[in-house]
């Protein structure tokens, strides 16, 4: 059984960086595709940055230049590392597991999540 769990996220200034953490059990990163999503209040879900097995990325264009994911096979371990954060980015980040080698930005792309980590960056 898959179990992914987010940390490292918290409340931060405008111009910031936080690095999110998601640790995968029961599944291996080097294996498929993974993600990360995020959720503000009163928004649909959306994709933020997304990483193949091959270790190709996608990112959202909002975040591009700013946000980088990243992918341990040894810790099984998938980062997002956030610089320039703005209030905008203020939501409950998501990591997901894909069934697939390939995937990008679509919640539907996803089988397995965790559950969720805070991020909130004021002006």
């Known amino acids: 059984q898959v179990h992914l769990v987010e940390y490292g996220g918290g409340s931060v200034q405008a111009g910031g960086s936080l690095r999110l953490s998601c640790a995968a059990s029961?599944?291996?990163?080097?294996?498929?595709?993974m993600g990360w999503f995020r959720q503000a209040p009163g928004k649909e879900r959306e994709g933020v940055a997304a990483?193949?097995?091959?270790?190709?990325?996608s990112y959202a264009d909002s975040v591009k230049g700013r946000f980088t994911i990243i992918k341990d096979n040894a810790k099984n371990t998938l980062y997002l590392q956030m610089n320039s954060l703005k209030p905008e980015d203020t939501a409950m980040y998501y990591c997901?597991?894909?069934?697939?080698?390939?995937?990008?930005?679509?919640?539907?792309?996803?089988?397995?999540w965790g559950q969720g980590t805070q991020v909130t960056v004021s002006s």
């Open positions: 029961g599944y291996t990163v080097n294996r498929y595709s």
């Open positions: 990483i193949d097995r091959d270790g190709s990325t």
């Open positions: 997901a597991a894909g069934p697939t080698a390939v995937a990008g930005l679509r919640v539907y792309e996803y089988a397995s």
